[in-house]
């Protein structure tokens, strides 16, 4: 049987925008299920999942919450100027569910349907060459694309988690413990003081 925070997930947009105060949208269920965070915190999902929400949680329903945002009319994707990308990388660092493509110093592109429409990639961009457009009409409808976000999103933080691991794992290779310096140190010593002996030298 599902816990209350998956109940109170499989509710929300699956954006992963961070408007409600939290990375992503499961660790807002998880805080909405342990009381820590009010329904009313999701701008993407908006009245709508208010309501189920409250009827979820058993409470009576309220209007979102304006400190965490509005809810917008229409739903929206990101575009890349291409003629203007200078490569940076950072767009593709910041997105939650790894919907925009391109290596570092060349041009970035956004996949239209993939991207959840979190904005996300507009504050790191420095010269500003992203604009938020309406949805195309040619794309599945938001709703249906929650589990894909969702989904893709997961993956994301596994491979970044298994990066940082695997950067970790390369410092440790690369940087001797420093009992390891201690020795070599103390051997440093001992051949020195050889040496001196041999030659008749002072310690």
């Given at each position: 049987?599902s816990t209350?925070?998956?109940r109170?997930?499989d509710?929300?947009p699956q954006?992963?925008?961070?408007r409600?105060g939290?990375p992503?949208?499961?660790?807002y269920?998880?805080a909405v ?5 009010d329904?009313?915190?999701c ?9 189920a929400?409250?009827d ?12 965490y ?7 929206t994707?990101?575009v ?11 767009c ?5 569910v790894d919907?925009?493509i391109?290596a570092?110093?060349?041009?970035h ?5 993939e991207?959840?429409?979190?904005e ?5 961009c420095?010269?500003?060459c992203?604009?938020m457009?309406?949805?195309?009409a ?6 249906t694309?929650r ?7 997961t993956?994301?933080?596994a491979?970044?988690s298994r990066?940082?691991?695997a ?5 440790r290779?690369r940087?001797?413990?420093l ?15 050889a040496?001196?002996r041999r ?5």
């Amino acid at each position: 049987m599902s816990t209350l925070a998956e109940r109170i997930d499989d509710l929300l947009p699956q954006t992963q925008c961070t408007r409600c105060g939290y990375p992503g949208c499961r660790p807002y269920a998880e805080a909405v299920a342990a009381g820590a965070a009010d329904i009313n915190q999701c701008p993407p999902g908006g009245a709508a999942t208010v309501a189920a929400l409250a009827d979820l949680v058993g409470v009576p329903p309220k209007p979102l919450n304006p400190a965490y945002g509005t809810e917008a009319e229409n739903p929206t994707v990101a575009v890349i100027d291409e003629q203007r990308c200078i490569g940076c990388f950072k767009c593709v660092l910041a997105c939650p569910v790894d919907a925009i493509i391109g290596a570092a110093k060349r041009m970035h592109t956004v996949i239209a349907a993939e991207c959840s429409g979190c904005e996300l990639c507009l504050p790191p961009c420095p010269v500003d060459c992203i604009a938020m457009v309406p949805r195309p009409a040619s794309l599945p409808a938001t709703g249906t694309q929650r589990e894909l976000w969702r989904r893709r999103h997961t993956m994301r933080q596994a491979r970044r988690s298994r990066e940082e691991q695997a950067r970790k794992d390369a410092r440790r290779q690369r940087a001797p413990s420093l009992q390891e310096q201690a020795r070599g140190i103390d051997i440093g010593a001992a051949v020195a003081r050889a040496r001196a002996r041999r030659t008749g030298g002072a310690t």
